[in-house]
């Protein structure tokens, strides 16, 4: 089943999508990544297909980035998010060929590792690893893994996160230079993606149909923004993400 036939296998399928895609950017909108941690691994264990869910949660979260980058425009640090985009741009047509040749099966059991580590790094050794504000290396190394993890994944976040707590910014400054640095990113895959030929009209339907689910994620994560205990929801997610992440591992083990 693909993303597309979701209303097509009755309201429960359709409610589940819709929770997921929610609870993605309620997380999203909130401390300012991890949707797709949360959205792209759950649809992808529920569903697989990820060639055509990594393009389309990408077009859900685009709003929500541009209404945050919009509205807090003046905290944007200009000097480092060109700097991180031109590093990352090769790397997201490049991770882009590998979604769209690989097969499906290996990239999912790929996407396990890849989220348990990042649910294991949160939960355990976030506040254990502190990078200092460093030059050019980390910005290329940053680059290149968010480039990779996001065109293949939609996951770009885990390198951008050590990055931005090099740099010591305040909660809502490191929420804004995330999504907007997301954004950026975002407009370019799209614009890969389509040039690679992921985007159809279904999809755009599909898109549609989700945007008020994406869109009350929105509202509820930015309203949660300044009200919950981040330590306790982002250990929550945590464990959210190592249990996914480990169902994809076992239901894609290729031995």
Not at 246 to 251: M, P, T
Request: charged content about 10%.
């Amino acid at each position: 089943m693909t993303p597309f036939e979701f209303p097509m296998h009755g309201i429960g399928t359709f409610a589940l999508v819709g929770v997921i895609v929610f609870l993605g950017q309620v997380v999203y909108s909130s401390i300012g990544f991890g949707a797709a941690l949360v959205s792209i691994s759950l649809l992808s264990l529920f569903f697989g297909n990820l060639d055509l869910i990594v393009p389309f949660f990408l077009l859900l979260c685009l709003p929500v980035e541009a209404w945050v980058s919009l509205r807090d425009w003046k905290q944007l640090n200009f000097s480092s998010t060109w700097k991180i985009l031109l590093a990352m741009s090769p790397f997201l047509v490049a991770g882009s060929f590998f979604l769209k040749h690989v097969e499906d099966g290996r990239l999912l059991f790929l996407m396990g590792i890849v989220v348990i580590t990042t649910g294991i790094y949160y939960l355990k050794y976030e506040k254990k690893l502190h990078i200092k504000r460093a030059g050019p290396w980390l910005t290329l190394l940053t680059g290149a893994g968010s480039g990779l993890l996001g065109s293949l994944f939609g996951m770009s976040g885990p390198p951008l996160v050590i990055y931005y707590q090099s740099l010591s910014l305040s909660k809502s400054e490191f929420r804004v230079a995330l999504i907007s640095i997301f954004f950026g990113m975002g407009l370019f895959r799209a614009a890969v993606y389509s040039w690679m030929g992921f985007y159809s009209v279904p999809m755009i339907h599909a898109v549609l149909l989700f945007l008020p689910f994406s869109l009350c994620g929105l509202w509820l994560g930015n309203f949660m923004h300044h009200k919950i205990n981040e330590a306790h929801f982002r250990k929550g997610i945590s464990i959210l993400l190592t249990l996914s992440g480990l169902l994809l591992v076992l239901k894609h083990c290729p031995i």
